[in-house]
T-cell receptor
Framework: AQSVTQPDIHITVSEGASLELRCNYS??????LFWYVQSPGQGLQLLLK??????LVQGIKGFEAEFKRSQSSFNLRKPSVHWSDAAEYFC???????????FGPGTSLSVIP | DAGVIQSPRHEVTEMGQEVTLRCKPI?????LFWYRQTMMRGLELLIY????????DSGMPEDRFSAKMPNASFSTLKIQPSEPRDSAVYFC?????????FGAGTRLSVL
């Protein structure tokens, strides 16, 4: 069965520091992969997606993620974090039918001024 | 497009009462999903529809929960009777081309 793990429940970084959020998935075929962000009191918003092709994908708000098939990973990165990036981040793997998505448990990001 | 619209944004009710949550998906999207989010259990998929037909309701916790999608522009999630453990944020999402778009959620408090 498909699954997504996010090893870090909570991460704290200083503003301006770099960020990497880890994600590992279990899926039989080449997966669709996503990162969503949830700000307090809001719904989830798509940051970026990987369907095929270039394994380094760019998203909104300066985020990027790299698909590594050999490691079954899709880690999210940002070179310089802003205070407004404090939020919950969800990695997800998509099934090919009906647009169903399996979400990871989420990583909560805090940013220190 | 206005995005996925959920109503109400907040609902406070007493145990035993019926609660109906509403969702208007983005026009042209073929799939619709209902999720529940709590601190303890995270984000749970309750049920999803494709072309207005329920595909998988295995995430619906109990028979007290039911969902309908009478047409492409409207869906409801009903809890009858409600219980305090149903308190959560309920999200609706619609999708196209494998991407899900979420509403702002309904925060339900059952007293």
């Amino acid at each position: 069965a498909q699954s997504v793990t996010q090893p870090d429940i909570h991460i704290t970084v200083s503003e301006g520091a770099s960020l990497e959020l880890r994600c590992n998935y279990s899926y039989g075929a080449t997966p669709y992969l996503f990162w969503y962000v949830q700000s307090p009191g809001q719904g989830l918003q798509l940051l970026l997606k990987y369907f095929s092709g270039d394994t380094l994908v760019q998203g909104i708000k300066g985020f990027e993620a790299e698909f590594k098939r050999s490691q079954s990973s899709f880690n999210l990165r940002k070179p310089s974090v802003h205070w407004s990036d404090a939020a919950e981040y969800f990695c997800a793997v998509g099934e090919t039918s009906y647009d169903k998505v399996i979400f990871g448990p989420g990583t909560s990001l805090s940013v220190i001024p | 497009d206005a995005g996925v619209i959920q109503s109400p944004r907040h609902e406070v009710t007493e145990m035993g009462q019926e609660v109906t949550l509403r969702c208007k998906p983005i026009s042209g999207h073929n799939s619709l999903f209902w999720y529940r989010q709590t601190m303890m259990r995270g984000l749970e998929l309750l049920i999803y529809f494709n072309n207005n037909v329920p595909i998988d309701d295995s995430g619906m916790p109990e028979d007290r929960f039911s969902a309908k999608m009478p047409n492409a522009s409207f869906s409801t999630l009903k809890i009858q009777p409600s219980e305090p453990r149903d308190s959560a944020v309920y999200f609706c999402a619609s999708s196209t081309r494998a991407i899900q778009y979420f509403g702002a959620g309904t925060r339900l408090s059952v007293l």
